[in-house]
């Protein structure tokens, strides 16, 4: 398989991630039972119960504060839930749901023999159905809509700012689909170089900036909210922040000038604010720009530049770009 820097096929092409140790991974969580619709809508953010089959939601469990314990996207299915977590979640995420039923007709289960690759941009459905994989009618459909192809389950998505699709199944399977795309001169896009374009789309990663210090909308999951439905887990304290308007951060893109990299925690500091906030994540783009993650004070406004840095004579310097 040919690795490659090139974002332009993100762009123009199709281009494969999640097929290398050193790309982001995903794992899968299973529910099951006569009440894991009816549960699931009444524990986390989500609209679960408005999710019809061959549809997703993106969701969050929430502690009782409010704030991140998990982030997931829930595929409902006519049989069960799928719930797609980052890797190394599933395990907790799994038990942690399960803690909540009680009296429900409800479990939730990692399925360690299922795993992912994504195939990304405009010709990804092309390149799919050369190798023998037909999306039809999914190409056309929204984000997180999905179906079983074969042995194959694909998903709508947009990531690194790019639509494609998530293909998962049996390693077999997902090996085997990786190598017809790589036979057909498919390149995967080298490890860092999709960091760096996570970071540029401003994409939030679960663990860096997703954490269970913030509340959702303060780490770009504000849409992860349904604000119409009934009760969830920690939604006093949301509904609170959002009827108030307040939150002390937000996270926002930084392009980093010069020819030095920040590191993830270096504080940020600017002339009105001197506790402007830090560093979540931090790259360098092909083209050379560099590009940032941050957690920013509200009263820091978008184009903002801020300095970088512990104290040194020379901080780094960043404009403050967009937020997530």
């Known amino acids: 398989m040919a690795i490659t820097t090139d974002l332009q096929s993100l762009a123009k092409g199709a281009i494969l991630l999640g097929a290398a140790p050193a790309a982001p991974a995903r794992e899968l969580i299973v529910a099951t039972g006569a009440d894991r619709i009816r549960f699931l809508h009444g524990l986390i953010t989500g609209n679960v119960a408005g999710t019809e089959p061959g549809r997703g939601c993106r969701a969050v469990l929430l502690s009782l504060k409010g704030q991140v314990v998990s982030d997931m996207r829930l595929f409902v299915r006519p049989d069960d839930v799928r719930i797609v977590v980052d890797a190394g979640q599933a395990a907790p995420v799994a038990a942690a749901l399960a803690r909540y039923a009680i009296m429900d007709d409800f479990a939730a289960a990692p399925a360690p023999d299922f795993v992912f690759l994504s195939l990304l941009g405009p010709s990804a459905a092309g390149r799919l159905s050369a190798a023998g994989v037909e999306v039809g009618a999914l190409a056309a459909l929204p984000p997180l809509s999905h179906a079983e192809l074969g042995d194959l389950w694909a998903v709508r998505v947009r990531e690194l700012g790019a639509d494609g699709f998530w293909l998962g199944g049996a390693p077999a399977a997902v090996a085997a689909l990786r190598a017809r795309l790589g036979a057909a001169g498919v390149a995967e896009l080298d490890g ?117 840095g512990r104290g040194e004579e020379s901080p780094l310097e960043a404009r403050v770009r967009a937020d997530a």
């Open 192 to 308: 860092a170089v999709a960091e760096a374009a996570r970071i540029d789309a401003l994409e939030p990663r679960f663990g860096v900036e997703i954490t269970t210090d913030y509340f959702p909308m303060e780490v770009g999951l504000g849409g992860a909210i349904d604000y119409t439905k009934g009760c969830y887990l920690g939604q006093e304290p949301i509904v609170r922040v959002r009827d108030r308007g307040h939150i002390n951060w937000r996270l926002c893109g930084l392009d980093v000038a010069g020819a030095t990299d920040p590191q993830p925690g270096d504080p940020l500091t600017s002339e009105a604010k001197p506790k402007a906030g830090r560093i979540t994540s931090a790259a360098r783009l092909p083209d050379g720009r560099g590009v940032a993650l941050a957690m920013v004070h509200v009263s820091v406004p978008v184009g903002t530049t801020v300095q970088i």
